[in-house]
Structures are given as C-alpha cells and as structure tokens.
C-alpha cells in the first residue's frame, strides 16, 4: 500500500515562529502536493512538485515555501508564522497518468498547525 | 480557479439518492473525485478524461461533459458508509495542477 507520512499530527507555534511541515512518501510518485484545508473553504493548494528540486506554486503561495532535495520528500516550510497560518495541512503524491495530469492521490493523515 | 461544487450540504435517509456537481470557468481536462470522512484523509473516488465519459465505483458513478465545463457524481441508493466530504478537482489539459472544490457534505440518515 502507499504510504504518505506527514511528520506531525498536532503542531503549536508561537507567531513569526519558523515552521516546517514534513512529508514522506513510499512509493516513487513524482508529484508531490500540499495543501490547506479550512472549513467551507475545501483543499486550497498551496505548492505542488514535479520532480525534485522542481516547484510550482499553487492558488496561496504567500507566506510559504518548499523544498524538494529528494523525491520522498517534500517540506512545506512557513517562515514567519502567523495566526491566519492556523489550519489543517495536506500532503499528498501521485504518478502521473500515461495521459498527461496527476493520477490517484494519496493523501497523509494531515497536521494541525495552531499559531499562537 | 477553484471549481464550483453544489449543493454545499445534503441530508438524505438510506436508500435514497444523490447528485453532486462541479463546474469550472475554464476548460478541463480531467476531473477528479474524492470522499473524506470526519478526521481522516481524503480518500480517492474515480478520474473522469475529457471525451464525456462516465465511470463508476459500486453504486457511485459520475459523468463529465467537457463542453459545459462541468462533471456530476451520483450515489444510487445511498448507504450509512456513504457519509462524508465529496470534493471535485480539476485539471486543465497540459497542467499537473489539481485545484480542488469547497466540498460537498452528505449525511445520509437510517
């Protein structure tokens, strides 16, 4: 089974903390995703990667950074936290489809970054 | 970006059934579906490719009509397991974006 492991499931910070959100994936998938998740609001995607050392940004960069130095592992970085950064983060990966696009996503378990 | 989901809530009691539609402004290439239930991870539904095709997975089906720019996933004879989150995303041909909708809850009642 694929297994995307997200490093912590609760997170408390202080504001203009740095933070870094981590995620590892077991299945050779080359795209990797992060999103946030709010109620009403849904998946907001904030950065995705294709392949190592290759990144996008999604629909709400601001605020956020990425890193991607081996293809498991992908790392939403905040620098500076702040309150509006309070929320559920979802990493996830997928191969890609032989059509062109992401394929299935795997979804992790999620973290909850409260920003005090 | 984000692909608009309705309705944003429905009740309904076992055995009845469901739809659920997503639409974009922009053209697409492929939807996606997922379901999450209270406290866990999205869980993968089905893909839909441009060309109007329909899938299905048990008694949840879907349908995508590129030209309206929409897709629709229907539950047939809904199930207490069938309770959850439904998200729809979307991708745009060429992309490898996935820009997900607000969701849509279902509560299906005995």
């Known amino acids: 089974d694929v297994k995307v492991t997200q490093s912590s499931r609760y997170l408390v910070k202080r504001t203009g903390e740095k933070v870094f959100l981590e995620c590892v994936q077991d299945?050779?998938?080359?795209?990797m995703f992060w999103y946030r998740q709010d109620p009403g609001l849904g998946l907001r995607l904030i950065y995705f990667s294709y392949d190592v050392k290759m990144k996008e940004k999604g629909d709400i960069p601001e605020g956020y950074s990425v890193s991607r130095e081996k293809k498991e592992r992908f790392s939403l970085i905040l620098e500076s936290a702040s309150t509006n950064q309070t929320s559920m983060y979802l990493c996830?990966?997928?191969?890609?489809?032989?059509?062109?696009?992401?394929?299935?996503?795997?979804f992790g378990e999620g973290s909850r970054l409260t920003v005090l | 970006q984000q692909p608009v989901q309705s309705p944003q809530a429905v009740i309904l009691r076992e055995g009845e059934d469901a739809v659920i539609n997503c639409s974009s402004s922009?053209?697409?290439?492929?939807v996606h579906w997922y379901r999450q239930k209270h406290g866990e991870a999205p869980v993968f539904l089905m893909i839909?490719?441009?060309?109007?095709e329909q899938k299905g997975h048990e008694k949840i089906s879907a349908s995508f009509n590129e030209k309206k720019q929409q897709s629709s996933l229907y539950l047939t004879a809904s199930q207490l397991s069938y309770s959850g989150t439904y998200f729809c995303?979307?991708?745009?041909?060429?992309?490898?974006?996935?820009?997900f909708g607000a969701g849509t809850i279902l509560r299906v009642k005995s």
């Open positions: 995303g979307t991708d745009m041909e060429y992309g490898n974006k996935l820009v």
């Open positions: 922009k053209a697409l290439y492929s």
């Open positions: 996830a990966s997928s191969l890609w489809r032989l059509a062109g696009g992401p394929g299935e996503l795997f």
């Open positions: 299945m050779d998938h080359e795209n």
């Open positions: 839909l490719l441009k060309g109007g």
